[in-house]
């Protein structure tokens, strides 16, 4: 029998169990506005407003370590997601709700004594009634990936400052282990809370929770996002393998391809995108257009599932709106912004959007992403407009496969080999 367990109960036994633990975990995730009550419109402006700063974040090429002679701490910068994870830490295990976010590692929390804390609904993490509390110093190699200059000496506390780009930010210990798992203690976190206690990282670097666990692998499969009242699974090791009797009716067989890794951006999942069709049309879009660039880590497609909306470098986007634009028969309201571009519906009491052909990514090693009209395409009731849930960036910038195209698609992230797989499923019963 398969040992199906939340990361609420993962994180608490495994600081209390000499037992070897199990090779697989199962979690949920809720989306950030599923409490809301929000219309389709409201929900699709709270996620271009999102959808706005994760950009900004996403596609910042940094550095984890400070090489400068700045006495400041080291910054690793990331942004907001979109979906919740519960989790607990300490012994007895206290629970925290925290983004989980595919385009960082680290994981971490609000801890007493707060010199600055935002509000939060579920208790603040107290180090002194946690038996399993033991702080981590600076010589500790989980403290390397984020040490900075308040490092004074190698039996110093383990210090950080993990910085947002929206003014949110968490610095103090990186050093609270909980049978193994390393994760940050911010006592002084400014900035806006987005409906969490923190952050889970599940990126690719040492750091991120998938790493530290040593299951190898992790999945997701993202529900209907108009239907935010559905949670969306999420595996771990084991669990996380592509069950082809979950697949939809006209799912074909599993796809696969190479993750990329960038020297620039080591925890981000990149992935080769070669070509774009609609329909039966392959899109002429420039061979190259989305290609990393290994010289100075610009260009390439990140996998993410924080960012809600595609992000294409502006060559592809513009031909991607223009065929768009030629199957609806409609011209672009904004065709001069690199915004979501939407498109006047053909007359009055026009409710919904017409038939659409599918949209394919085509990536390295011959893998097609199938999407259909509603992964990418939303009709806009308040504005009687049909709208392409695509976002253009600047060439150099790079592009991002949001989360919004990933809805019924199971994503597993094989770090082990390198590899990322998927295949069309319903979401909702798994």
């Not at 899109?283 to 990393?292: H, Y």
């Not at 992000?311 to 609806?328: K, Q």
Request: glycine share 10%; proline share 6%; charged share 15%.
């Amino acid at each position: 029998m398969q040992q199906v367990l939340t990361l609420l109960l993962l994180l608490a036994s495994l600081c209390c169990s000499a037992a070897a633990p199990p090779s697989g975990y199962r979690s949920m995730l809720t989306h950030i506005d599923s409490h809301g009550g929000f219309t389709k419109a409201e929900l699709m402006r709270r996620a271009a407003h999102r959808s706005r700063h994760r950009a900004s974040t996403m596609l910042l090429h940094y550095s984890t370590l400070s090489t400068s002679s700045d006495p400041g701490p080291a910054r690793l910068r990331s942004g907001q997601a979109e979906y919740l994870m519960e989790l607990a830490i300490g012994t007895p295990p206290v629970p925290f709700i925290a983004l989980a976010d595919t385009g960082s590692d680290l994981t971490w929390t609000q801890c007493k004594p707060c010199k600055l804390c935002f509000g939060q609904d579920t208790p603040i993490y107290d180090t002194t009634t946690s038996s399993s509390f033991s702080p981590l110093p600076c010589s500790s190699a989980t403290c390397l990936p984020i040490w900075s200059s308040r490092c004074s000496t190698p039996s110093a506390t383990c210090r950080y400052r993990y910085a947002y780009d929206d003014g949110a930010y968490s610095p103090e210990c990186a050093g609270i282990s909980v049978g193994g798992i390393a994760f940050g203690c911010g006592v002084d976190n400014g900035g806006l809370s987005y409906n969490s206690t923190g952050t889970v990282g599940l990126g690719r670097g040492s750091l991120s929770l998938v790493a530290q666990l040593g299951v190898g692998k992790f999945s997701y499969c993202l529900t209907d996002f108009f239907n935010t009242s559905l949670s969306s699974p999420v595996f771990f090791g084991s669990l996380a393998e592509l069950a082809a009797s979950s697949a939809s009716a006209d799912a074909a067989v599993v796809q696969s391809t190479p993750l990329v890794q960038s020297p620039y951006n080591p925890s981000r999942y990149y992935v080769s995108l070669e070509g774009i069709s609609l329909g039966d049309a392959r899109l002429p879009i420039p061979n190259g257009t989305f290609d990393l660039n290994d010289d100075d880590g610009s260009g390439g497609m990140i996998v993410d599932s924080g960012t809600i909306f595609t992000i294409l470098v502006e060559t592809g986007f513009r031909v991607v709106v223009d065929h768009v634009a030629g199957v609806l028969g409609q011209p672009v309201v904004n065709a001069s912004s690199l915004d979501r571009p939407c498109f006047p519906a053909p007359a009055a009491g026009v409710q919904e959007l017409p038939d659409m052909p599918d949209m394919v990514l085509h990536f390295a090693g011959g893998a097609d992403m199938r999407l259909h009209r509603d992964n990418y395409m939303s009709f806009n009731e308040e504005e009687s407009s049909f709208c392409l849930n695509i976002v253009g960036t600047e060439s150099a910038s790079g592009s991002v496969l949001g989360n919004f195209q990933q809805q019924n698609i199971q994503m597993l992230f094989d770090i082990t080999v390198g590899q990322l797989s998927f295949m069309p499923t319903d979401c909702s019963k798994l």
